[in-house]
């Protein structure tokens, strides 16, 4: 029986198996790391030690948070996945296909402020296409790649954990989710909790990057030495990526879910919205593995730079799969498959801000 396309989402692992996997272009010697499920990005071999990391992403733009934020989280969600790589990202290019309602003002508004979040992050903009088109509408417009140059003996891939490992969350679940939800809806929440609260809840929008996160944890070392792997949880949250992280490693894990941080101001929206926050797409919280004998320098560093994060669990062999412990009581952790945020915010949506 053939998979079917998802409803909504990304593609799940089967129609990846079954129809990207077996076609991509030319076999090329260089790649060392090609697409695989699960995995954010791609390196190929430069020669002379260097390596090249490139991951490739939409552009996603929604104009009623603003152009500060709109700028600020297109260009985190690209050099984020890139990030997760261990090395600094170094390029982009950007496709942007714009909207025929947008105006110049707009788009200056726009385009400084992801200038100026590439320049922070240390992105050079090397090469693109910008038009206006029928058709072309917010929040995806356009595409991008972000590429990394830097030692071959640096990078990390999600595939690289192994049994042994310590297992890091930052931040904690459904920080997407919930920011989202708070700058879009914040009414609601505020009718709910308060005007203090709905403005505490806004601020997490502002924590919806793992750049800092990723680049701060590889200060300890990596590999044998330190982190060997690092996934950003976007879709299906910290129970999609964890489980991604296992399978493109081809382990185990056993995770103690009251160790996962929820933020409180997280917890209220999720309960607000209905959605679950482990599974609840979490762009800005990092899932990390590494060698036990580093963990807590890794939480040190991360601590210093007033970025929460936590010990979870363990990385196990595979046969011995994929397990969750919550008072006490082990389950058997399976893929969420589909991400409750995209269901709930339409609800929310359909019943006005």
């Known amino acids: 029986m053939k998979a079917e396309m998802p409803h909504i989402g990304k593609v799940s692992s ?44 939409p552009i996603f733009v929604v104009p009623p948070y603003g152009w500060e934020r709109s700028g600020w989280f297109a260009v985190h969600i690209l050099a984020s996945d890139a990030s997760t790589s261990g090395i600094r990202p170094s390029y982009i290019t950007m496709d942007l296909n714009l909207p025929l309602s947008i105006t110049r003002d707009e788009f200056e508004a726009m385009w400084t402020v992801m200038h100026r979040e590439c320049d922070r992050i240390g992105m050079a903009i090397i090469t693109g296409h910008t038009g206006r088109y029928e058709g072309c509408e917010y929040p995806m417009i356009g595409g991008a790649t972000v590429i990394c140059i830097g030692p071959g003996d640096r990078y990390v891939t999600p595939n690289m954990a192994r049994p042994g490992d310590a297992i890091l969350i930052t931040k904690g679940a459904a920080i997407e989710a919930a920011g989202l ?3 879009t809806f914040p009414r609601q929440v505020a009718e709910r909790y308060g005007e203090d609260a709905a403005r505490e809840a806004e601020k997490i929008f502002w924590q919806m990057s793992v750049v800092e996160d990723a680049l701060t944890a590889v200060e300890a ?19 999609g990526g964890l489980f991604e992280v296992a399978q493109a490693s081809g382990v185990g894990a056993v995770i103690d879910k009251e160790k996962i941080i929820v933020q409180d101001a997280v917890r209220k929206v999720c309960d ?64 969420p498959k589909v991400d409750p945020f995209w269901s709930a915010f339409g609800k929310a949506a359909s019943r006005g801000k």
């Open 221 to 239: 070392g990596v590999r044998g030495n330190g982190v060997t792997a690092m996934h950003d949880a976007t879709e299906c949250g910290v129970w």
């Open 272 to 335: 607000l919205f209905g959605i679950d926050p482990y599974s609840s797409i979490s762009e800005g919280t990092l899932i990390l593995t590494c060698r036990p004998h580093k963990s807590q320098e890794v939480v040190r560093r991360l601590s210093d730079k007033g970025i929460p994060v936590s010990v979870v669990g363990e990385i196990v062999e595979r046969r011995q799969g994929m397990r969750v412990f919550e008072n006490g009581i082990s389950h058997e952790l399976i893929h």
């Open 14 to 57: 089967e129609i990846f198996d079954e129809v990207i996997l077996p076609h991509l272009g030319r076999k090329r010697p260089e790649i060392l790391v090609g697409p695989r499920h699960g995995v954010d990005v791609g390196v190929v071999d430069l020669g002379n030690g260097q390596v090249m990391v490139a991951t490739t992403d």
């Open 181 to 183: 939800f708070a700058v």
